[in-house]
């Protein structure tokens, strides 16, 4: 040990030794003046009216008492607690061991009897046990009592000022220890609540205002910065109805991720969250029949490619949730396959986990991964998904979706695998760029397949997921830390969009009702225009649009769509027992031509070609590409 923590444990002693004598000392002058006091009061604080008969055991009896008061004290912990931090517990063992005390006294007192006489009036005790307790409830809570006035003084003068919605067990919590602390920077200065039976009344002395309909005048009038929805039991489009009248306040918005915190007992200042623009969406979170993911999940080795991605992340996460007997991670890029590898060894220590590095296009990796693990169930979803980047290197993406999907498809369908799923995209009807008609030539390449071999092979088509990579959200949150500008391509151009696990969860379930052949298709709600989408995150950041943070227009990107359809107009569309997942009906091709073009195309690509798009064209009838995008996209 040196010097200087010797140092420091010495002046921590004395400060303590300083305390608990100090403590002691005032509690010996708590038993005198209460065993004094309480037959003042019991004659009305006249001395000349109390017996001598009565003084008398009293005073004989006081220093035995004093021994006897400081050392039950001393047994229930009344020297040892944090005063500063003193809660029900502590009151708890100050009022029991002042009342064993009392009890100990009206017994000892009687051995000091004057003359056979009443020892003391009977009404002395209640006096007495009432006066001990104050006395030292006073000495041990006052620190505390202090300490929050000059803790809400220092937060008056330097804090950030605070309106909580909702008034009910959650918001006690919060408000509890937002006013306790003495470390939060934070000022409570008012409660919304839509309950009219609670509004004019307090909650840790801060008064209930009003309803939701006060909180754009109380924003302003208390001059708020931030605001909590400590409500978390409401559905989502309750929260999405308070959160577009807070969003107009130009106030940060904070909130409790959901009920189970408060069930679990985890509500806290820690647990208080940003608000998103998912909880602006306006729906409750779709629900799927995890029983039949489950039933064909559960004990078969599955096997997920791109499995470090948002999309083949979230696919390894709920396949592990439901007991696979393997789960095989291929990928590409290391670090987003370690990630995930830790995250699963630490959630699902019992999952049978392999991970492997490997390109969907290394035909003979990939051959050899099926022959070893031989699969029940794959998820195909490596593939490049950027747009621009795509249009810039047109061959690429021809090189790993497409025939990375053959290839993986191929190794499926030759060992024995039983289904074969593969992520595709609503970019992939209609396509306006390389993505997305390479997408849908993957579609074609799973539906040809599944005619010829006994896996069962099918497609889930979706939109845009809130938080991908490469996703506009992350995006805007970065552009916003930085001050801004927000970059929108296109004022008028809309997206459909669902949470990852929202997707991921119907693509576990379509997979379980796939028969082969199918192109799935989710049902993805209204879609949402991007300007709104930046404008709501700005303003739940706490800024106010194109005065704090600005909004420029960029223009559409290479094969970029104003708008984007989940279904071609002549596939039709067939429903499944979940209303939010539908079945298009394939598309009729001809085999021999199509796989020439396959042909035509895979050497293209090898080749780097310039004219790939239409080589693709020939493929996709409905892909539709600018002429100059052309010539742009062949520089690679």
């Known amino acids: ?235 989502r489009k309750q929260m999405s109805e308070i959160l577009d009248i807070c969003k107009e306040t130009n106030c940060k918005l904070r909130s409790l991720p959901g009920m189970y915190q408060l069930v679990n007992g985890e509500v806290s200042v820690s647990k208080l969250r940003d608000v998103e623009v998912e909880d602006l969406l306006g729906r409750d979170p779709i629900e799927v029949d995890l029983d039949s993911i489950l039933s064909y999940v559960q004990g078969k080795k599955v096997l997920v490619t791109g499995g470090g991605g948002s999309i083949g992340s979230e696919l390894c996460r709920q396949i592990a949730n439901h007991k696979p007997a393997q789960l095989i991670i291929v990928d590409i890029y290391e670090n987003s396959a370690y990630d995930i590898q830790q995250e699963l060894l630490t959630s699902h220590p019992e999952l049978n986990l392999v991970v492997l590095i490997a390109s969907v296009r290394n035909t003979n990796r990939i051959n050899w991964i099926f022959e070893h693990y031989k699969p029940d169930i794959v998820y195909h979803a490596a593939a490049h998904k950027h747009v621009p980047l795509m249009e810039t290197s047109p061959n690429e993406a021809v090189k790993n979706n497409v025939f990375g999907t053959w290839k993986t498809a191929f190794a499926a369908a030759t060992n024995g695998t039983k289904r074969f799923v593969m992520i595709s995209t609503d970019k992939a009807v209609n396509p306006t760029n390389i993505m997305g008609a390479s997408k849908r030539i993957c579609e074609m390449i799973i539906q040809t397949f599944n005619k010829h071999y006994d896996t069962e092979f099918v497609a889930v088509r979706f939109g845009n997921v809130l938080g991908s990579n490469g996703s506009v959200i992350p995006l805007f949150k970065k552009q916003i830390m930085a001050g801004g500008p927000v970059t929108v391509t296109h004022p008028d151009i809309i997206r459909y969009f669902m949470t990852i696990p929202e997707a991921v969860s119907l693509v576990l379930q379509a997979g379980a009702y796939a028969k082969g052949g199918e192109i799935f298709v989710l049902d993805m709600g209204k879609p949402v225009k991007i300007l709104d989408l930046a404008k709501n995150l700005i303003r739940l950041s706490g800024y106010r649009v194109d005065e704090d943070i600005k909004i420029e227009f960029t223009g559409l990107r290479p094969g970029e769509k104003l708008y984007e359809e989940l279904l071609m107009a002549e596939e039709g569309m067939k429903e499944t027992a979940n209303k939010l997942i539908h079945i298009g009906k394939p598309i009729e091709i001809d085999e021999d031509q199509f796989f020439i073009q396959l042909k035509n195309l895979k050497e293209a690509s090898k080749n780097e070609s310039a004219d790939i798009r239409s080589l693709i064209r020939e493929i996709v009838p409905t892909y539709h590409y600018q002429e100059d995008g052309e010539k742009k996209g062949s520089a690679d």
């Open 1 to 235: 040990m040196n010097k200087e923590t010797k140092k420091e444990k010495k002046i921590f002693n004395v400060k303590l030794l300083y305390r608990r004598t100090c403590l002691i000392v005032y509690d010996i002058i708590s038993v005198i003046a209460a065993s004094y006091l309480a037959l003042l009061m019991r004659y009305s604080f006249e001395i000349s009216a109390i017996p001598d008969h009565f003084m008398d055991p009293i005073n004989r009896f006081l220093p035995l008492n004093i021994l006897l008061t400081l050392a039950i004290l001393y047994c229930f912990k009344m020297y040892h607690s944090l005063w500063a931090f003193a809660g029900e517990t502590e009151l708890q063992n100050l009022v029991v061991a002042s009342s064993i005390s009392a009890l100990c006294y009206s017994i000892g007192i009687q051995f000091f009897r004057v003359n056979g006489e009443q020892a003391v009036p009977s009404s002395y005790y209640f006096l007495y046990v009432f006066l001990l307790i104050s006395f030292i409830f006073v000495s041990r809570f006052s620190y505390r009592f202090f300490r929050s006035l000059k803790h809400k003084q220092q937060n008056k003068n330097n804090g950030i000022s605070v309106m909580v919605i909702g008034a009910g067990e959650a918001a006690n919590v919060i408000i509890k220890e937002i006013v306790n602390s003495n470390f939060s920077t934070m000022v409570i200065r008012c409660i919304i609540d839509d309950d009219k039976g609670k509004w004019g009344r307090f909650i840790q002395g801060i008064k209930v205002v009003g309803g939701r309909d006060k909180i754009i005048e109380c924003a302003d009038i208390y001059d708020i910065d931030e605001i909590i929805v400590a409500m978390p039991s409401i559905s």
